[in-house]
């Protein structure tokens, strides 16, 4: 590894991964959008600055309470300041850097979902590529025992029509050794829904829960007190794609379990929907 370091990617375009050669990031660097999102000049994590893409770095992006950070149910709203997290592990490396960027689809292009601000210090910052703004490091990151992560505030869109926010990131682990043998670069596309309802009523109609996380073979999702009727539960990809869906009917309490033994390590979100209220809840494999 280098030891200048560079990016990470996730969408409403979040976006990690270190960049070798420079202690700044890709955009301050003259090297433009990296993460992955229309526009980018190509993704560090997949051949444009680095290997490709190494499964021994875990990538996450997390959008989570302003307050706690803890993860938000039912989907974000407009005009609201959430808390997004791009994190993951790497084992036996020291230093990471990254991007990050966040996009909703137009119809025609992927555009500026929202406004990053930093919430303090000097390390990261918030630069101008293309139509997006850019999160990227100023300076090579520290790991913490082979884990790391970095948060920002992410205010969504006051008004618009988009349902769905993609986070993009890429990241790059080193081990500082000043050779670019043995990075472990990564990068995520992150999608999460708009909520269609309030959080009153979602938590009042649904008390949820799917545990293990992280899971391994088998994901138990259960609901508590729920009232009698359908429930529609889905669960949903990095990139929001729907990859289990079914429908029950429910009465009190109810639990069911999934095999999810052929799904691929990343986070995914479990939605269940009952008439006009939902939520989600997110898990990692």
Same mark, same amino acid.
Not at 138 to 160: D, I, R, S
Not at 162 to 190: E, H, K, L, W
């Given at each position: 590894m280098k030891k200048r370091i560079l990016l990470f990617t996730t969408s409403i375009v979040l976006l990690s991964g270190a960049i070798m050669s420079y202690n700044a990031g890709p955009v301050t660097s003259g090297l433009g959008n990296r993460t992955g999102s229309q526009g980018s000049i190509a993704n560090c994590a997949g051949g444009g600055c680095h290997a490709s893409n190494n499964s021994a770095t875990f990538l996450s992006v997390t959008l989570g309470d302003s307050v706690t950070g803890l993860p938000i149910n039912g989907g974000w709203q407009h005009d609201k300041t959430y808390k997004v997290t791009v994190g993951g592990t790497s084992a036996g490396k020291t230093k990471y850097g990254f991007q990050l960027s966040a996009v909703y689809f137009d119809g025609s292009a992927e555009v500026q979902a929202g406004t990053f601000t930093i919430i303090s210090g000097t390390d990261v910052s918030v630069k101008p590529s293309g139509n997006? %703004?850019? #999160?990227?490091?100023? $300076?090579?990151?520290? @790991?913490?025992? +082979?884990? *790391? !992560?970095? /948060? #920002? *505030?992410?205010?969504?869109?006051? /008004? +618009? !029509? @988009?349902?769905? #926010?993609?986070?993009? !990131? /890429? !990241?790059?682990? #080193?081990?500082?050794? +000043?050779? /670019?043998? +043995?990075? $472990?670069?990564? %990068?995520?596309? $992150?999608? *999460?829904?708009r909520q269609t309802t309030s959080v009153a009523e979602v938590n009042a109609n649904i008390r949820l829960s799917a545990f293990p996380s992280p899971l391994t073979n088998q994901l138990t999702i259960a609901m508590e007190g729920a009232e009698k009727g359908q429930y529609t539960i889905n669960v949903f990809d990095a990139t929001g794609k729907v990859i289990s869906t079914q429908t029950e009917q429910v009465s009190g309490n109810y639990s069911t379990t999934l095999n999810t033994a052929s799904w691929a390590a990343g986070m995914y979100h479990v939605q269940v929907k009952h008439g006009a209220a939902q939520k989600t809840i997110a898990v990692v494999k």
């Open positions: 997006l %703004s850019i #999160v990227e490091h100023n $300076q090579k990151l520290n @790991m913490n025992l +082979g884990a *790391y !992560a970095y /948060t #920002v *505030y992410w205010k969504a869109p006051p /008004t +618009g !029509a @988009m349902d769905s #926010v993609r986070f993009y !990131a /890429t !990241a790059n682990c #080193v081990n500082d050794d +000043g050779s /670019t043998a +043995g990075d $472990q670069p990564n %990068s995520i596309r $992150q999608a *999460y829904h």
